[in-house]
């Protein structure tokens, strides 16, 4: 187990890396525009983040031990498929969540 000393440590670490990537943008560049290189790389970074958080949720859940469960793998192919035919988030999402209710309660 990590001390007390050592575990307040890397929370100010952590914080301070944080304000400082912050800082890095709002602080520094922030009253200059941007290149366009980077804009352009950083309109693709929510759209990498959805992905990122749910996918090890979706194929390791806690709730079956880290084992693929087949109600949460439909729930993923219907949201990508709705994603990508309708081009609408909110849909999307509520077609998967349907499905992964109804799954869990249909599968178990």
């Excluded at 970074?45 to 090890?56: D, G, R």
């Excluded at 806690?62 to 084992?67: E, F, I, L, M, Q």
């Excluded at 035919?85 to 077609?95: D, E, H, K, Q, S």
Aim: zero cysteines; glycine letters at 12%.
């Amino acid at each position: 187990m990590i001390s007390g000393a050592d575990l307040w440590l890397f929370i100010a670490a952590l914080g301070l890396g944080t304000f400082g990537l912050r800082f890095v943008f709002l602080g520094l560049v922030g009253d200059r525009p941007m290149p366009a290189w980077l804009l352009r790389h950083l309109r693709y970074t929510a759209v990498a983040l959805i992905p990122a958080l749910t996918a090890p949720l979706t194929l390791w859940p806690a709730a079956t031990g880290g084992a693929p469960d087949p109600a949460r793998l439909i729930a993923a192919a219907v949201t990508l498929a709705t994603g990508y035919l309708t081009r609408n988030v909110i849909l999307a999402i509520a077609a998967g969540a349907g499905t992964l209710y109804a799954g869990l309660a249909l599968i178990g």
